[in-house]
């Protein structure tokens, strides 16, 4: 987003949550639930990108899902501020949904599996203006060819079947169908990891033309960090359901406030294999989201963690504005950011 620009709230998520219960026996007795997304609030504001960063399990896709109710919401609510208006997405009938649906898309991970197999690209690009109705088939061709267009490929792709084309190829095609109905919102899921390194680089430039052109806004769910640096404005972290941190990219990148941050920012790749790995190890898995362990949920694997934490659970704080963190120690530990490592590296090579 540019800097000058004034921050203008496009969605709203309260509260949210995810609970999938666990049952046991014939009678389908519940005797747990997993949270995969735990009392989210935050705000994602017009024309940005919001990266959303943790390890599989953290509850990122889960939380992209349920904003969009692709996924529907245990509680919480998501709002939705349209030319002055606000809706209350989360209450929305099933009617009322699939009108707003045009506004809100999502861009799924794997460009393999995600497109039809038995469908012309023409077909798979058209087929959101279909069901949405209220289109001419005239007005249907000519808004598909613009797209593919705008996407990098030629309209006489359109004859053709997924299976003719190559993983950034069919990314590309994955795009132009979700912004064929003029979205407003887009929740790019993984978009870019089953993708070579290079193929990468030309989808992201795409996502981010496309973004200013058609004035969209973005959540950017990645677990790459590097990827997450190089498209979004703000960046929020997961972990167990949970978000963690969030603030600007630059300031989340060298002055991370979370020990979680600050592992996953050790493990960004270096290219230059003379420079020997700062990576911060942590030990174990993700916890298990059907077992949150007390407290401060990241604890057993934090290498900061005080009596404190095993018992109290830490509050997402804001601690310098639009820098929010939920960590005991925020106030006495000095934690190292991309700035630190790269000093680091640099001494070592
Ligand atoms: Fe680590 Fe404690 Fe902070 Fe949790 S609250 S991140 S365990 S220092």
Redesign the pocket.
């Given at each position: 987003m540019p800097e000058n620009m004034e921050r203008v709230p496009l969605l709203e998520i309260e509260g949210l949550k995810k609970y999938y219960p666990i049952e046991a026996g014939i009678s389908k007795k519940k005797i747990g639930e997993v949270k995969a997304v735990d009392n989210i609030n935050l705000t994602v504001y017009k024309n940005e990108v919001l990266g959303v960063v943790g390890e599989s399990g953290c509850g990122k896709t889960t939380l992209g899902r349920t904003v969009l109710r692709i996924i529907e919401p245990t509680a919480g609510k998501v709002k939705f501020h349209f030319d002055d208006k606000e809706v209350d997405f989360t209450a929305l009938d099933k009617k009322e949904l699939r009108k707003m649906r045009r506004y809100l898309q999502m861009i799924f991970q794997n460009p393999y599996t995600s497109l039809n197999p038995r469908m012309t690209i023409f077909d798979i690009v058209a087929e959101p203006m279909r069901l949405g109705g209220g289109f001419t088939e005239d007005e249907i061709s000519e808004r598909v060819k613009t797209l593919i267009n705008k996407v990098g490929l030629e309209v006489k792709h359109l004859n053709r079947y997924p299976h003719a084309f190559s993983g950034g190829q069919r990314q590309r095609i994955g795009i132009a169908r979700a912004l064929v109905m003029d979205p407003k919102f887009v929740v790019a899921d993984e978009a870019v990891s089953a993708l070579d390194v290079s193929i990468q680089a030309q989808i992201l430039n795409l996502l981010k033309e496309l973004k200013d052109e058609n004035n969209l806004t973005y959540m950017f769910i990645a677990h790459n960090l590097s990827v997450v640096e190089h498209v979004s404005d703000r960046v929020c972290v997961m972990y167990l359901g949970r978000v963690v941190e969030m603030a600007e990219t630059e300031e989340l990148f060298y002055h991370p406030k979370?020990?979680?941050t600050e592992a996953l920012l050790s493990a960004i790749p270096v290219a230059d294999p003379t420079v020997e790995n700062n990576r911060i190890m942590l030990p174990g898995e993700v916890g298990n989201a059907a077992n949150l362990p007390s407290g401060?949920c990241?604890?057993p694997r934090?290498k900061?963690?005080?009596e404190e934490?095993k018992t109290k659970v830490?509050e997402l704080r804001e601690l310098t504005p639009g820098h929010f963190a939920a960590?005991?120690?925020i106030e006495d530990l000095k934690l190292e950011g991309i700035g630190e490592l790269k000093v680091k590296n640099s001494s070592k090579s």
């Amino acid at each position: 987003m540019p800097e000058n620009m004034e921050r203008v709230p496009l969605l709203e998520i309260e509260g949210l949550k995810k609970y999938y219960p666990i049952e046991a026996g014939i009678s389908k007795k519940k005797i747990g639930e997993v949270k995969a997304v735990d009392n989210i609030n935050l705000t994602v504001y017009k024309n940005e990108v919001l990266g959303v960063v943790g390890e599989s399990g953290c509850g990122k896709t889960t939380l992209g899902r349920t904003v969009l109710r692709i996924i529907e919401p245990t509680a919480g609510k998501v709002k939705f501020h349209f030319d002055d208006k606000e809706v209350d997405f989360t209450a929305l009938d099933k009617k009322e949904l699939r009108k707003m649906r045009r506004y809100l898309q999502m861009i799924f991970q794997n460009p393999y599996t995600s497109l039809n197999p038995r469908m012309t690209i023409f077909d798979i690009v058209a087929e959101p203006m279909r069901l949405g109705g209220g289109f001419t088939e005239d007005e249907i061709s000519e808004r598909v060819k613009t797209l593919i267009n705008k996407v990098g490929l030629e309209v006489k792709h359109l004859n053709r079947y997924p299976h003719a084309f190559s993983g950034g190829q069919r990314q590309r095609i994955g795009i132009a169908r979700a912004l064929v109905m003029d979205p407003k919102f887009v929740v790019a899921d993984e978009a870019v990891s089953a993708l070579d390194v290079s193929i990468q680089a030309q989808i992201l430039n795409l996502l981010k033309e496309l973004k200013d052109e058609n004035n969209l806004t973005y959540m950017f769910i990645a677990h790459n960090l590097s990827v997450v640096e190089h498209v979004s404005d703000r960046v929020c972290v997961m972990y167990l359901g949970r978000v963690v941190e969030m603030a600007e990219t630059e300031e989340l990148f060298y002055h991370p406030k979370h020990p979680y941050t600050e592992a996953l920012l050790s493990a960004i790749p270096v290219a230059d294999p003379t420079v020997e790995n700062n990576r911060i190890m942590l030990p174990g898995e993700v916890g298990n989201a059907a077992n949150l362990p007390s407290g401060c949920c990241f604890h057993p694997r934090c290498k900061y963690a005080c009596e404190e934490c095993k018992t109290k659970v830490p509050e997402l704080r804001e601690l310098t504005p639009g820098h929010f963190a939920a960590c005991h120690r925020i106030e006495d530990l000095k934690l190292e950011g991309i700035g630190e490592l790269k000093v680091k590296n640099s001494s070592k090579s």
